[in-house]
């Protein structure tokens, strides 16, 4: 899958507005239409990140 610049786009806001903690999410893809919807991160602590 290649992502549209949009895409990226939309992951780096992401992740920026919930900085410190990770950012969680999923891209939807039909055909050749993507969408990224953003995630709720359930760790308490920015340091409770999965790895």
Do not use: F, W
Request: one cysteine or more.
């Amino acid at each position: 899958m290649k992502l549209s610049k949009l895409i990226i786009t939309e992951i780096l806001a992401h992740a920026e507005h919930v900085y410190p903690y990770e950012a969680c999410g999923l891209i939807v893809q039909c055909g050749r239409k993507q969408r990224y919807v953003r995630g709720r991160n359930q760790a308490l602590e920015p340091e409770d990140i999965s790895r």
